[in-house]
């Protein structure tokens, strides 16, 4: 059976619309087992050893998202808090799905970057032989 058929297609969905990287689910993965709690930007890149720059462009894009809230006070930080129940029902699936698939979830968010780069790619082929 292919990897990707033992996650569901809410799953995928999810994962289509929401998840652009192995990194991003991770953050997101990160602040879901730790929710109530507020994280520096530095302190994310730290758990998840990565730049402070990166974690401060994932963390951005999944407040974007509506995954995460940015905090205010003393030190600006970001929480686990989606704007929605069927964002946070999905933060859930997903939390899931990498405990019990690790492999066909990651798989299936490395083939979604591969698939952006082939088109990347045959856009470029396609001017290319006009």
Same mark, same amino acid.
């Given at each position: 059976? #292919?990897?990707?058929? &033992? %996650?569901? @297609?809410? &799953?995928?969905?999810? &994962? @289509?619309?929401?998840?652009?990287? &192995?990194?991003?689910?991770?953050? !997101? !993965?990160?602040?879901? /087992?730790? /929710?109530?709690?507020?994280? +520096?930007?530095?302190?994310? =890149?730290?758990?998840?050893?990565?730049?402070?720059? =990166?974690?401060?462009? $994932? $963390? =951005?894009?999944?407040?974007?998202?509506?995954?995460?809230?940015?905090? =205010?006070? #003393? +030190? #600006?930080?970001?929480?686990?808090?989606?704007?929605?129940?069927?964002?946070?029902?999905?933060?859930?699936?997903?939390? @899931?799905?990498?405990? *019990?698939? $690790?492999?066909? %979830?990651?798989?299936?968010?490395?083939?979604?970057?591969?698939? /952006?780069? /082939?088109?990347?790619?045959?856009?470029?082929?396609?001017?290319?032989? *006009?």
């Amino acid at each position: 059976m #292919p990897h990707d058929e &033992v %996650l569901s @297609d809410e &799953v995928r969905t999810l &994962v @289509d619309r929401l998840i652009d990287s &192995v990194s991003e689910l991770e953050t !997101l !993965l990160l602040l879901h /087992r730790e /929710r109530g709690r507020d994280w +520096t930007t530095a302190e994310v =890149a730290q758990r998840l050893y990565g730049s402070p720059e =990166a974690a401060a462009g $994932l $963390l =951005a894009e999944l407040v974007k998202k509506g995954l995460l809230s940015a905090t =205010a006070g #003393p +030190t #600006p930080g970001f929480r686990f808090g989606p704007k929605t129940a069927e964002l946070e029902r999905g933060a859930e699936l997903l939390a @899931d799905a990498h405990a *019990r698939n $690790l492999f066909a %979830l990651t798989t299936l968010i490395h083939g979604k970057a591969e698939a /952006r780069m /082939r088109q990347f790619a045959d856009a470029f082929r396609l001017r290319k032989e *006009r």
